[in-house]
């Protein structure tokens, strides 16, 4: 049978403990009346026979060894509560017995106890302390009235104070039951409130946006990594927005007064960011500050567009070839028929035009192919070296004019034909802008700027890049040329990022010059760990 005043019971030590304290000081007090002048304390009735001062420093022992016990023994918490309370019951029973029975008024102590031993004790335990009580009280009164000469009606007020003690234990009991269930639920909402804290910093420190909290006084409270890097740095404790970024700090200026959702600034560290604002709704008035990068956005849109847009052109151009193809070979029959000036130049077009077209399904399937590569450690010189040979003799190119500079010991980890396709694309981009003479164009291996970095210069010696066409010279289908189909330095950057490489304009340089940087220890590690699983 469930004992319905302890379904929640759980040992409470600390509520115990104090317990224990007020009965320490209550057993200080009785000694201390009893030294006392007994003109002070004639109300409390103390006999001040040694007997009593005996039993008042016994009482003072026995609850200062309870006290204690509590404290550095945590085990048998019924037994000591038990003890505690019998101890109480025995001691302020006799004492209540020597000053006249329940007209002292000294049971009402006994409700003290037993409604502070209520609220940390078991369900059944509690009657059964109460039950002690009240056989001590109406004992101790009926045995007065039999042998003492105590008013016989004083019989009917212990039974009230009995009746009492049951009323203070089992409310008292009820009302522990509650404040522990409350405690429980309160204990268990505090641990997902933290669980909640913690999943919702994760969150917040995953962003790819960066997250600010600053306060009605301007006083940033909290961030995120990706802030810190938007911004440059991590904000010190305690400092404030506008020193910490100052165009950042006019933005949610003018979002206050303005009340606009979204600004735009650029940061010290160059770049755009837009800034949105939102007011919480914490007593502290604090603002919640969400940072993103417009170029990152526009990159992923720009992603987006390219991967529907390649998706689309790469079936169409599986559709392209086989008609393309006819469309060729019909031209060369048409060509083996001379008929005049007029046809020969009319077929010239046809094949220029179909070479052309030829060259844009090529590239667009080569684009298509970015994702399936073999990286491999690549000694630059040797590659290059032979590189060079072939696309001078398909392109015609006269000796002396690409001129190579690399070190016998440079590498790149690169799918190889990835890397055969990017500079092909380059080289052919800087000879058709260069003077064709001896060491027009330049492919030269540097280290880069950090350990493990390398980087391939592709450098003409021709007027270079036009400010107007810089910002648009990697985008797709732009070109100045004729007969360029516009895809080649976009798939030249776009197999560079799939091989965790980049590949860039330099903007200050007065001629045509590019820079492909890569790893060079990116295989070797890889290598090396293959190597120690299969040891």
Same mark, same amino acid.
């Given at each position: 049978?469930?004992?319905?005043?302890?379904?929640? !019971?759980?040992?409470?030590?600390?509520?115990?403990? #104090?317990?224990?304290?007020?009965?320490?000081?209550?057993a200080?007090?009785?000694l201390? %009346?009893? =030294?006392?002048?007994?003109?002070w304390?004639?109300?409390?009735?103390l006999d #001040?026979?040694l007997p009593?001062?005996?039993?008042?420093?016994?009482? =003072?022992?026995?609850?200062?060894?309870?006290f204690?016990?509590?404290?550095?023994?945590?085990?048998?918490?019924?037994?000591?509560?038990?003890?505690?309370?019998?101890?109480?019951?025995? $001691? &302020?029973?006799?004492?209540?017995f020597?000053?006249?029975?329940?007209?002292?008024?000294?049971?009402?102590l006994?409700?003290?106890?037993?409604?502070?031993?209520?609220?940390?004790?078991?369900?059944?335990?509690?009657?059964?302390y109460a039950?002690l009580?009240?056989?001590?009280?109406?004992?101790g009164?009926?045995f007065?009235?039999l042998?003492?000469?105590f008013?016989?009606a004083?019989?009917?007020?212990?039974g009230?104070?009995?009746?009492?003690?049951?009323?203070?234990?089992i409310?008292?009991? =009820?009302?522990?039951?509650?404040?522990?269930?409350?405690?429980?639920l309160?204990?268990?909402?505090?641990i997902?409130?933290?669980?909640?804290?913690r999943?919702?910093?994760?969150?917040?420190?995953?962003?790819?946006d960066?997250?600010?909290?600053?306060?009605?006084?301007?006083? &940033?409270?909290?961030?995120?990594?990706?802030?810190?890097?938007?911004?440059?740095?991590? /904000?010190?404790?305690g400092?404030?927005l506008?020193? #910490?970024? /100052?165009p950042?700090?006019e933005?949610?200026?003018?979002?206050?007064?303005?009340a606009?959702?979204t600004?735009?600034?650029?940061? %010290?560290t160059?770049?755009?960011?837009? %800034?949105?604002?939102?007011q919480t709704a914490?007593?502290?008035?604090?603002?919640?500050?969400?940072?993103?990068?417009?170029?990152?956005?526009?990159?992923?849109?720009?992603?987006l567009?390219?991967a529907?847009?390649?998706?689309l052109?790469?079936?169409i151009?599986?559709?392209?070839? +086989?008609?393309?193809? $006819? &469309?060729?070979?019909?031209?060369?029959?048409?060509r083996?028929?001379?008929r005049?000036?007029?046809?020969?130049?009319?077929?010239?077009i046809l094949?220029?035009?179909?070479?052309?077209l030829?060259? &844009?399904?090529?590239d667009?399937?080569?684009?298509?192919r970015?994702?399936?590569?073999q990286?491999?450690?690549?000694?630059?010189?040797?590659?290059?070296?032979?590189?060079?040979?072939?696309?001078?003799?398909?392109?015609?190119?006269?000796?002396?004019?690409i001129?190579?500079?690399?070190g016998a010991?440079?590498?790149i980890?690169?799918?190889?034909?990835?890397?055969?396709?990017?500079? !092909?694309?380059?080289?052919? +981009?800087?000879?058709?802008?260069?003077?064709?003479?001896?060491g027009?164009?330049?492919?030269?291996?540097?280290?880069?700027n950090?350990?493990?970095?390398?980087?391939?210069?592709?450098v003409?010696?021709?007027?270079?890049?036009?400010?107007?066409?810089?910002?648009?010279?990697?985008?797709p289908f732009f070109?100045?040329?004729h007969?360029?189909t516009?895809?080649g330095?976009?798939?030249?950057r776009?197999?560079?990022?799939a +091989?965790?490489?980049?590949l860039?304009?330099?903007p200050?340089?007065?001629?045509?010059h590019?820079?492909?940087?890569?790893?060079?220890d990116?295989?070797?590690?890889?290598?090396?760990?293959?190597?120690?699983?299969?040891?």
């Amino acid at each position: 049978m469930t004992d319905w005043l302890s379904a929640t !019971w759980e040992a409470s030590w600390r509520p115990f403990q #104090y317990f224990n304290l007020y009965r320490l000081i209550l057993a200080g007090l009785v000694l201390l %009346a009893a =030294l006392l002048p007994e003109g002070w304390v004639a109300s409390l009735h103390l006999d #001040y026979s040694l007997p009593f001062m005996l039993a008042a420093l016994s009482y =003072l022992a026995v609850v200062a060894a309870g006290f204690l016990a509590s404290l550095h023994w945590r085990q048998r918490f019924n037994f000591q509560l038990s003890l505690q309370v019998f101890t109480d019951v025995l $001691a &302020i029973g006799g004492w209540m017995f020597v000053t006249g029975g329940v007209g002292s008024g000294v049971g009402t102590l006994l409700l003290v106890s037993l409604a502070t031993a209520s609220l940390v004790g078991r369900g059944r335990l509690v009657l059964f302390y109460a039950a002690l009580a009240t056989i001590a009280t109406l004992g101790g009164q009926v045995f007065g009235v039999l042998f003492f000469n105590f008013e016989p009606a004083t019989i009917v007020q212990a039974g009230l104070l009995s009746a009492g003690f049951f009323a203070t234990a089992i409310l008292a009991r =009820l009302l522990g039951q509650r404040l522990m269930v409350n405690e429980e639920l309160a204990r268990q909402r505090g641990i997902s409130l933290e669980n909640q804290s913690r999943i919702s910093q994760r969150v917040i420190e995953r962003m790819q946006d960066g997250v600010l909290v600053v306060d009605s006084a301007g006083q &940033i409270q909290r961030h995120n990594p990706m802030a810190a890097e938007m911004l440059g740095a991590a /904000p010190a404790p305690g400092m404030q927005l506008a020193d #910490y970024c /100052p165009p950042l700090d006019e933005a949610m200026g003018k979002w206050q007064t303005s009340a606009a959702a979204t600004t735009e600034f650029a940061p %010290a560290t160059g770049g755009e960011l837009r %800034a949105r604002f939102e007011q919480t709704a914490s007593s502290a008035g604090e603002v919640l500050i969400f940072l993103e990068d417009l170029g990152r956005i526009q990159e992923r849109a720009q992603q987006l567009k390219l991967a529907a847009l390649g998706r689309l052109t790469a079936s169409i151009a599986h559709e392209i070839r +086989n008609p393309l193809s $006819a &469309i060729g070979h019909a031209g060369e029959l048409l060509r083996e028929e001379r008929r005049g000036d007029m046809q020969d130049r009319l077929l010239r077009i046809l094949s220029d035009n179909v070479a052309r077209l030829n060259r &844009i399904v090529a590239d667009i399937l080569e684009l298509g192919r970015r994702d399936r590569m073999q990286a491999e450690y690549l000694h630059l010189r040797g590659f290059c070296e032979q590189f060079l040979e072939s696309f001078a003799s398909f392109q015609g190119v006269a000796p002396g004019v690409i001129a190579l500079d690399a070190g016998a010991d440079a590498g790149i980890c690169f799918d190889r034909t990835h890397l055969h396709q990017i500079l !092909w694309n380059l080289l052919d +981009n800087a000879l058709r802008h260069s003077r064709n003479l001896a060491g027009s164009v330049r492919l030269q291996v540097k280290a880069g700027n950090a350990a493990g970095l390398v980087e391939l210069h592709v450098v003409d010696d021709g007027g270079g890049v036009p400010e107007t066409e810089k910002a648009q010279i990697f985008e797709p289908f732009f070109t100045t040329h004729h007969l360029g189909t516009g895809l080649g330095l976009f798939i030249a950057r776009e197999l560079c990022e799939a +091989n965790g490489a980049s590949l860039d304009l330099v903007p200050e340089a007065n001629c045509g010059h590019f820079i492909l940087v890569g790893r060079s220890d990116t295989c070797q590690l890889t290598e090396a760990t293959g190597a120690h699983a299969a040891h």
